[in-house]
């Protein structure tokens, strides 16, 4: 296999790409002309490596990589895809393009010291709901633990480090569970009330994000007070938020964060407030939810009380280059 730049061989690579997605190799959606563009053609603040692999004049492989100008991640870089024609495959083909991909990355990026396939990379895949399609998902977390890719990269070297499960919901009519409707209630005794965030009855948002001291919520949150923010508030008090609730064109429920102040966990508001920002987005006309959470964060047991269900795990993987 001879291994190239990639030169305008748009219809060769999508036509691969979407062989493995009808064939149901792989989750993710299928591509035209104008999505294959906007992933891996279009100017972006990072830098892109697409390569394709010829073999007597027919395109039979694809990839690409990245790096970012990130200056927290100055060495680290991402690999996105590799595809191989399914008759072609068992030939080392996949290792050939991806030791390609890694050798033009380190030549780009002397510094480089790792090369992961995580939610951090820059260009993100969407995907199906495995049986569950048009129902989708705007990014993958990592590898397809399902997938040949993740058996292949565990064999190139690449260690897993953490597993990301996505959870999945149908929220038409999304009723609360019994569960919740109680722990609404035990709250209410104890003057806490879930509801849409008032800017004239609620208060202590700005103090709220002092207390759980993440940056990328409060400016999310902040900029964005006058759209439907769910709210634990005591005596008016902000004490917990999510959202704010938001419906993207394919029905997906979206949010940015779910938090609780920390004098406030350990009650139950975390399953209240997730389960209000379902009801919320399924009165928004919003028909699923989906997203993913490490196997081992806490906030699993919010999402599963809710009623969501694990619908696909994906592992992190990662390779540390000898420098």
Known sequence: MVIKNYDGQINECIELWNKSVESGEVVFKPLDKDSFNYLFLKERNYTVINFVGEEDGKVIAFGSANFGSDPSKPTVAYITYIGVLKEYRGQGKAKEMLAALEAKLQELKPELEKIELVFYNPCQLSWFIPGKAPHDHAGTPGVDMDSDAYKFFGKMGYEQYSI??????????????????????????????????????????????????????????????????????????????????????????????????????????????????????????????????????????????????ICRSFATMRKTLNK
């Open 164 to 309: 990301q499960n996505t959870y999945y919901l149908e929220l038409k009519d999304y009723k609360y569970p019994d569960a919740i409707v109680e722990r609404l209630e035990k709250l209410k005794e104890s003057d806490i009330e879930v509801c849409y965030f008032d800017k004239d009855r609620h208060h202590g948002f700005p103090e709220f994000f002092d207390n759980i001291k993440n940056e990328g919520w409060r400016r999310a949150v902040l900029s964005r007070l006058d759209e439907d923010i769910v709210i634990s508030a005591h005596n008016g008090m902000v004490t917990g938020y999510t959202g704010p609730l938001a419906v993207s064109p394919t029905g997906r429920g979206t949010f940015c964060g779910i938090g609780v102040h920390t004098e406030y966990r350990k009650h139950g508001i975390g399953k209240a407030l997730f389960a209000a920002l379902c009801k919320g987005l399924s009165e928004k006309g919003a028909t699923f939810m989906s997203l993913f959470t490490g196997d081992t964060n806490p906030a699993r047991y919010i999402y599963e009380g809710a009623g969501f269900k």
